[in-house]
């Protein structure tokens, strides 16, 4: 399973960290991503790391304030968001893939970022 | 980017009957799609890749169908627990990875 956390309620301009930790699987193998979805939306593709961490992408709406990363040896997956602005209130969630043409074949269950002051 | 588009926004259907759900690309994407099962304060769940291929542990009712632009999940016998929100991905053109909107489905 993946389950996420970090999320909370934050001032715009200001900063959080999303964690996702995978258990029952060997994380280090698989390509991850983190999916937003904001209320009423449709979910958002938000960035992905290969397993390797070599290879990372990021929507444009977050380019140059997020960041993310991994500690293969932690099973952990990071999102660091600075920067926060309203329009990032958000259920975020973490999913992994086996490579990046293949479905996200599991989600964790989201944390919740609210962005407002 | 791609846009997916999906419909119908909502769907109503009575237990035991058939519920058709459509997905759009606005363009070809080699049959890698696929559909998502999320109900509320749950993780979404993988039910369909590769446009017709049912992920693990799903049942035979879901089928999914389609090629090239137009894609379809069916739910052949709805069950109370296939009441939910299905939402479709493309996984061909990335970045960005796209999805629909998706379709709910409720009790009729």
């Known amino acids: 399973q993946l389950v996420e956390s970090g999320g909370a309620l934050v001032q715009p301009g200001g900063s959080l960290r999303l964690s996702c930790v995978g258990s029952g699987f060997t994380l280090s193998t698989y390509d991850m991503n983190w999916v937003r979805q904001a209320p009423g939306k449709e979910m958002e593709w938000v960035s992905y790391?290969?397993?390797?961490?070599?290879?990372?992408y990021y929507a444009d709406s977050v380019k140059g304030r997020f960041t993310i990363s991994r500690d293969n040896a932690k099973s952990s997956l990071y999102l660091q968001m600075n920067s926060l602005r309203a329009e990032d209130t958000a259920i975020y969630y973490c999913?992994?893939?086996?490579?990046?043409?293949?479905?996200?074949?599991?989600w964790g269950q989201g944390t919740l970022v609210t962005v407002s002051s | 980017e791609v846009v997916m588009s999906q419909s119908p926004a909502t769907l109503s259907v009575s237990p035991g009957e058939r519920a058709t759900l459509s997905c759009r690309a606005s363009?070809?994407?080699?049959?890698?799609v696929a559909w998502y099962q999320q109900k509320p304060g749950q993780a979404p769940r993988l039910v369909i890749y590769g446009a017709s291929t049912r992920a693990a542990g799903i049942p035979a009712r879901f089928s999914g169908s389609g090629s090239g632009t137009e894609f379809s999940l069916t739910i052949s016998s709805l069950q109370s627990e296939d009441f939910a929100l299905y939402f479709c991905?493309?996984?061909?053109?990335?970045?960005?990875?796209?999805f629909g909107q998706g379709t709910k489905v409720e009790i009729k």
């Open positions: 999913a992994k893939a086996y490579l990046a043409d293949r479905p996200f074949d599991l």
């Open positions: 790391i290969s397993s390797s961490g070599a290879g990372i």
């Open positions: 363009q070809s994407v080699n049959n890698r």
């Open positions: 991905q493309q996984y061909n053109y990335w970045p960005p990875w796209t």
